[in-house]
């Protein structure tokens, strides 16, 4: 049976990270005194709504424009894949990339890979340890990189200065967006990634 703080009775505070004798469900730190328990409370559902809710405002946020583009005094509407061929006809690439990546690419796997891990731990289905250390850090990994599109809008401020388009306005989507953000960030701090280990110990230890 492998030895864990679970099953000593043992829980670290997740404020001062003090380890302390689990006495009864809720309890405060004898060193800062704040509240804490051994797992967070319905972690799986509270990831999976968040999750559930980013993922619809994420489509929303691919459909409608996301800025609008004034060119000759003409305004011209355009979603994030048809402005990624607009930057990608004046041919800045840089730019396109990032957008993409930021806008699509990073969203879209920390959606799924926050499912991923629900399904796992709901499921029982383990990974090997190392793989399952690797799969979470990296969604870690991407969680600063959402972030990518503030600078977005210096981009398309430098954008403008270089004379492609006279003046750009943010569109609707640019709110959805903005929540899908924000979403996935409270689903991946619902997460709880100890449950990942659980059933794997309790598995052995049975």
Not at 99 to 118: Q, R
Not at 120 to 139: E, N
Request: hydrophobic share 50%; glycine share 6%.
């Amino acid at each position: 049976m492998m030895n864990t703080a679970k099953s000593a009775g043992l829980a670290l505070c997740p404020k001062c990270h003090k380890l302390n004798s689990l006495v009864n469900e809720h309890q405060r730190c004898s060193r800062c005194h704040g509240m804490f328990y051994q797992r967070k409370r319905n972690s799986l559902q509270y990831t999976l709504a968040w999750n559930v809710a980013a993922l619809i405002a994420f489509i929303p946020a691919n459909l409608y424009p996301i800025m609008i583009v004034y060119q000759l005094g003409i305004p011209r509407e355009a979603t994030i894949l048809s402005g990624i061929g607009e930057f990608i006809d004046y041919g800045l690439y840089p730019i396109a990339i990032i957008i993409f990546t930021a806008s699509i690419i990073v969203p879209l796997l920390k959606i799924i890979g926050l499912f991923v891990l629900v399904y796992k731990v709901h499921t029982g289905i383990r990974l090997k340890p190392d793989k399952h250390s690797k799969f979470y850090h990296a969604l870690e990994f991407l969680g600063p990189w959402s972030m990518l599109d503030v600078f977005v809008v210096a981009l398309m401020v430098t954008v403008v200065e270089l004379g492609f388009v006279t003046s750009v306005a943010a569109g609707p989507a640019i709110n959805y967006f903005t929540v899908t953000v924000i979403f996935t960030m409270f689903a991946a701090n619902s997460f709880d990634p100890r449950l990942l280990w659980d059933k794997k110990q309790n598995k052995k230890a049975g």
